[in-house]
Each structure stands twice: as C-alpha cells, then as structure tokens.
C-alpha cells in the first residue's frame, strides 16, 4: 500500500517560514495529482494547494505569493514552502496523493503560528 509521511511542521513565530515535506513510498511521478490539505481546529479540512505531474500549482488565495509547491522524484519527496506565516495558518496539514484511481493520506504535521 502507498504511503505518506509528513514532516516540517513545528512553531514558528508571525512572519516566519517553514518547509513541509512529503515522502512517498514510491515515485511520485506517478501521482496524478499530489495536494496539500490543512485543518485547524473546529475547522474543516481545507485544501491548501494542488499540483499536477506537470507541475501546475494551484494554491488557494489566503496562500497565494506565500506558499510555493516544489518536488523531487529522485527521492520521491513533494515539498511545500511556505513564508511569511500567519497565525490563521496554524493547522494541521496533510498530504495527499491522487495514484492511478485511488487517493493516499499521510498522518499530518502539526503547524502553529504565533502572534
């Protein structure tokens, strides 16, 4: 079975930044479509930014111009840097994976943002 491991999140103060990443069991460059999910608390899962093999990036507005997604498939690895953090950024932030037919989920990394 595929899976995913999230890694990167932590505490960062306001204006700070951090790099997620996402290691996949196997090669990404079978992904169809790799996306970036976050979830605060009381929240619903929100989608973050989605990314096809291509390399098209699609992040949401409260992120565009701060978080950039990236890759590298020699180590099966998606990454997402995110800069000039705000507190309404703390969430939970999930990776997931669009193979063939069937989607993947990591277990999330924590990201909390101070004022």
């Known amino acids: 079975q595929v899976q995913l491991v999230e890694s990167g999140g932590g505490l960062v103060q306001a204006g700070g930044s951090l790099r997620l990443s996402c290691v996949v069991s196997e090669s990404i460059a079978r992904a169809n479509m790799i996306r970036w999910f976050r979830q605060a608390p009381g929240k619903e899962r929100e989608l973050v930014a989605t990314?096809?093999?291509?390399?098209?990036?699609k992040p949401v507005d409260s992120v565009k111009g701060r978080f950039t997604f990236s890759a590298d498939n020699a180590k099966n690895t998606a990454y997402l840097q995110m800069i000039n953090l705000k507190p309404e950024d703390t969430a939970v932030y999930y990776c997931n994976a669009i193979i063939q037919t069937a989607s993947y989920w990591g277990p999330g990394t924590q990201v909390t943002v101070s004022s």
């Open positions: 990314s096809t093999s291509s390399g098209l990036l």
